[in-house]
T-cell receptor, first 112, second 115 residues
Framework: GDSVTQMEGPVTLSEEAFLTINCTYT??????LFWYVQYPGEGLQLLLK?????DKGSNKGFEATYRKETTSFHLEKGSVQVSDSAVYFC???????????FGKGTHLIIQP | GAVVSQHPSRVICKSGTSVKIECRSL??????MFWYRQFPKQSLMLMAT?????????EQGVEKDKFLINHASLTLSTLTVTSAHPEDSSFYIC???????????FGPGTRLTVT
């Protein structure tokens, strides 16, 4: 079956540092890829998505590129802020009416 | 827009009783709703997919007689945990699809504790 593997945290960085959270996947066909973020006490929110190979999703300074050749969708941000502290989930789905397959989540802690 | 609510946010029940969790899409009609379960420090696991007016589709290993899902309208789906046991204690999260491809909106989750 489909699966998503992401680096486990917690990941602790200083403010303004460069962020990379690795995500790789296995799936049949051509999945769509997502990053969700969960702030403390809140529900999951879609951060960005990419629906086909070489697409780049971006939002709030975060970016991720759908790399079919390496089956990866790494999340990056050039300069993190304290407010970026949250749990980040990489996920995939095979189709519009399908549920999501999630990675285990990466807890990101940004220190001032 | 695209807000999903869950009720209750926390519930404690005794072993052997049943608990109902509601998931509502507040400002849109959801053709499909999903139920997930999240264990501590682990990923969300899809339990079932429900479409309005039809039976839910359960993932492998999820007992459909234990986790009853009803999707009676385009804005409401319910998950009933029947004859709950301590091992059912978990964080249950629903999401709703607005009808467009691949977009799901998540509720804040319900923490169930079975004593």
């Amino acid at each position: 079956g489909d699966s998503v593997t992401q680096m486990e945290g917690p990941v602790t960085l200083s403010e303004e540092a460069f962020l990379t959270i690795n995500c790789t996947y296995t799936a049949t066909g051509y999945p769509s890829l997502f990053w969700y973020v969960q702030y403390p006490g809140e529900g999951l929110q879609l951060l960005l998505k990419a629906t086909k190979a070489d697409d780049k999703g971006s939002n709030k300074g975060f970016e991720a590129t759908y790399r079919k050749e390496t089956t990866s969708f790494h999340l990056e941000k050039g300069s993190v802020q304290v407010s970026d502290s949250a749990v980040y989930f990489c996920a995939l789905t095979g189709g519009g009416a399908d549920g999501l397959t999630f990675g285990k989540g990466t807890h990101l802690i940004i220190q001032p | 827009g695209a807000v999903v609510s869950q009720h209750p946010s926390r519930v404690i029940c005794k072993s052997g009783t049943s608990v109902k969790i509601e998931c509502r899409s507040l400002d849109f009609q959801a053709t499909t709703m999903f139920w997930y379960r999240q264990f501590p420090k682990q990923s969300l696991m899809l339990m079932a997919t429900s479409n309005e007016g039809s039976k839910a589709t359960y993932e492998q290993g999820v007992e459909k007689d234990k986790f009853l899902i009803n999707h009676a309208s385009l804005t409401l789906s319910t998950l009933t945990v029947t004859s709950a046991h301590p091992e059912d204690s978990s964080f249950y999260i629903c999401s709703a699809s607005i009808g467009g491809p691949y977009e799901q909106y998540f509720g804040p989750g319900t923490r169930l504790t079975v004593t």
